[in-house]
Structure formats: C-alpha cells, structure tokens
C-alpha cells in the first residue's frame, strides 16, 4: 500500500519503491514560483502559509492510514490552489456529516475566501445537523452552500466546477449516474476527484469513465482516483 511523506520540500506518495511528487515547494520557497512564498505572508495570505505548515505537521504526525487519503486530498487541492490565479469552484459530491467538507473550507477559506465551496447530500437530516457543526468550528470560511438534491441528478450548471471531489464515504445506490453527473458538472479543464472509500463498485466505474487517471491507493479499502474531465470516455 501506498504512504505519504513530506521530505526535501515535497509531498511524495509512495508505493512499491515508486514515488510521486504531489507538491514540490522548492520554487515556493525560493520565490521562483507562481505564487512565491513571499506573496503568500506579505499580501494578506499568510493563512495560506500558515495551511501549508499545517499540512506538514499533519503528514508527520499522522499515522492512522484511514486518515491519510484525505490528508491527500488536502495536498492534492492545495497544489491546485497554488496554480490557479483567482477564486475557485468545488463541488463535494455526497457531503455526509462534513468531516471531507471541513477540510475543503478551511483550506478554500485560507488561500481565497471568495472561492466557492458547494456541499451537496441527498437530504435534510440528522447529517445536515452534523455538517453544520462541523462548519462552526472553521474561523476562515469560502463562500458555503449546502444542497440537498437527488444524487445523480444535482441540477446544478453544467461545466462550472474547477474541481468535484466524490465522496465514496457516502453509500450511493446509483454509482454509474452520480459519476455520469460528477463529470457533466465539472469544467472541461477541470478535474474530477474521488475518495473510494470501501467502495469497490465506485471505483470499479471511476475507471471505465477514466482510462487516463492517477490512483493513489492507502489501504485495501481506502484510494483516492483523479483524472481530467475532458478525458472522460463518453458510452
């Protein structure tokens, strides 16, 4: 199974003697990137340095390998957000009791409090109570909404989101039609992400959508799938 280090100013996921750079901060730090280190503690973002720091003691202090994948996502996210030159849009697919959620406010609200951040469940109840708490404890917020609408069928704009992350925390009954709908949702540069979390099924169709993807795999039952939207096979 796969692991996650910060060593040498990288966030590397490793496997079977391969690795993989997530996040190479060395141009952060030297200045030489998009969004230098500089810009992020003298221009009012120094939240955003502060996020990068917390990634890092999070990645060296964390040992449950149920955490790992969304200490991932984290990284994988903050890589984007690091690129992109202004606010961002995310869809979280399937948004449960908002324990994923927290994590993509705070670090949406950290680098760009205008960007956006929708979290869409199936309906309202007791979960909704839970994501609310969770929500609560965040000081910095993105622009929050919370959807309650039939998965695989959101209703939501067509090729709007730079990112949608799918929950596979949640139990969906109809995975081919939630990632059917994933996929129409995001941008046609954007990127679709899923946490497969127990869930074989889900992932099993996650790549017959994506022959081109990335895997990231922590345990038997934890794996995280990317892939662009525009590589989507259409059936």
């Known amino acids: 199974m796969g692991s996650l280090t910060f060593t040498d100013c990288k966030f590397i996921y ?4 391969e690795e ?21 503690t003298e221009c ?29 996502i984290d990284v994988l996210l903050t890589a984007y957000l690091l690129r992109a030159s202004g606010p961002c849009r995310i869809l979280e697919y399937g948004c449960g009791d908002g324990g994923l959620s927290s994590h993509l406010a705070e670090l949406l609200g950290c680098f760009h409090e205008e960007s956006s951040l929708v979290c ?12 609310m708490e969770q929500m609560a404890g965040i000081e910095r917020l993105p622009r929050l909404s919370y959807l309650a609408g039939d998965y ?28 059917a709908d994933a996929s129409e949702l995001a941008a046609e540069d954007g990127i ?21 993807r990335e895997e990231y795999d922590f345990s038997p039952y934890q794996k995280i799938l990317t892939a662009k939207a525009a590589d989507r096979i259409r059936r």
């Open 14 to 17: 490793s496997r079977q003697g």
């Open 20 to 40: 993989r750079i997530l996040l190479d901060l060395k141009d952060l730090l030297s200045g030489n990137g998009e969004m230098p280190w500089q810009c992020l």
């Open 44 to 72: 009012g973002n120094l939240a955003a340095a502060e996020a990068l720091l917390g990634l890092i003691g999070k990645i060296k202090q964390e040992k449950e390998e149920t955490a790992l994948p969304v200490i991932a």
């Open 120 to 131: 869409a469940y199936h309906t309202l109840d007791g979960a909704s109570m839970a994501w």
């Open 152 to 179: 695989g069928c959101l209703q939501l704009r067509e090729r709007y989101f730079d990112i949608v992350i799918v929950n596979g925390a949640v139990n969906y009954e109809e995975p081919y039609e939630v990632l």
């Open 192 to 212: 679709i992400l899923c946490h497969a979390d127990d869930s074989p099924l889900l992932e099993s169709i996650f790549k017959l959508f994506f022959e081109e």
